[in-house]
């Protein structure tokens, strides 16, 4: 079936560094796409996220990108700091399904690993 | 205020058995989801419920089951525990569709 995906398990930077976490998804339906961070013993956290009549959308020290064209997502983090180990999900909804929690197709996950 | 709470945190139990995970979601929010996260297989989507009402179901066996309560809080009930059904079951709760969603800590399952 169709699914969202993450081209990297682990990514490692260094501290200061930007990031970039990319994910590649298959729905051509998916409208809505959000990113998560799960840090370990927790349950996952809203990052940012993007509708698809949207390319580009900030946030704070992040930066989401969408390129329907290839059907490709990523997210940009800033000046990578410690705090900012954890595991990035991409998901995705179908369209008009709204935004909220319910049916989100998760990617398997990138371990984001900060060097000093 | 109080984010999403689920109990309890871990739990053990034995093949065959059956278990109850209850979450309680942040104060107004009234959409309830559940999901299983296993290192294999990710986060997949179980069930989601909005006013005592399942609104969307994921590709699960029917020993997966759940409810809402008037209050919005949920319960989600494991049947006939397998193996494979060791996991961490997240809940996550929205004001509604279109809502930024929380998730809670999450409840750790083994089965042995």
């Known amino acids: 079936g169709e699914s969202v995906g993450l081209h990297l398990p682990t990514l490692s930077v260094q501290e200061g560094d930007n990031s970039i976490i990319n994910c590649a998804y298959s729905?051509?339906?998916?409208?809505?796409f959000i990113w998560y961070k799960q840090e370990s013993g927790k349950g996952p956290q809203f990052i940012i996220d993007?509708?698809?009549?949207?390319d580009k959308r900030q946030g704070q020290r992040v930066t989401v990108l969408l390129n329907k064209t290839v059907k490709h997502l990523s997210l940009q983090i800033a000046a990578t700091q410690p705090g900012d180990s954890a595991v990035y999900f991409c998901?995705?909804?179908?369209?008009?399904?709204?935004?909220?929690?319910?049916?989100?197709?998760f990617g398997k996950g990138t371990h984001l690993i900060i060097q000093p | 205020k109080a984010g999403v709470t689920q109990t309890p945190r871990y739990l053990i139990k034995t093949r065959g058995q059956q278990v109850t995970l209850s979450c309680s979601p942040i104060?107004?929010?009234?959409?309830v989801s559940w999901y299983q996260q296993t290192p294999g297989q990710g986060l997949q989507f179980l069930f989601e419920?909005?006013?005592?009402?399942?609104?969307n179901k994921g590709n699960f066996p029917g020993r997966f089951s759940g409810r809402q309560f008037s209050n919005s809080r949920s319960e989600m009930n494991v049947s006939t525990l397998e193996l494979g059904d060791s996991a961490l079951y997240l809940c996550?709760?929205?004001?509604?569709?279109?809502?930024?969603?929380?998730f809670g800590q999450g409840t750790r399952l083994t089965v042995v």
């Open positions: 993007i509708r698809s009549n949207m």
């Open positions: 729905n051509s339906a998916s409208d809505y």
């Open positions: 104060s107004g929010h009234r959409s």
């Open positions: 996550a709760s929205s004001l509604g569709a279109g809502e930024e969603a929380f």
């Open positions: 998901a995705e909804k179908q369209a008009n399904s709204g935004g909220g929690a319910d049916g989100l197709t």
């Open positions: 419920y909005f006013s005592e009402t399942q609104r």
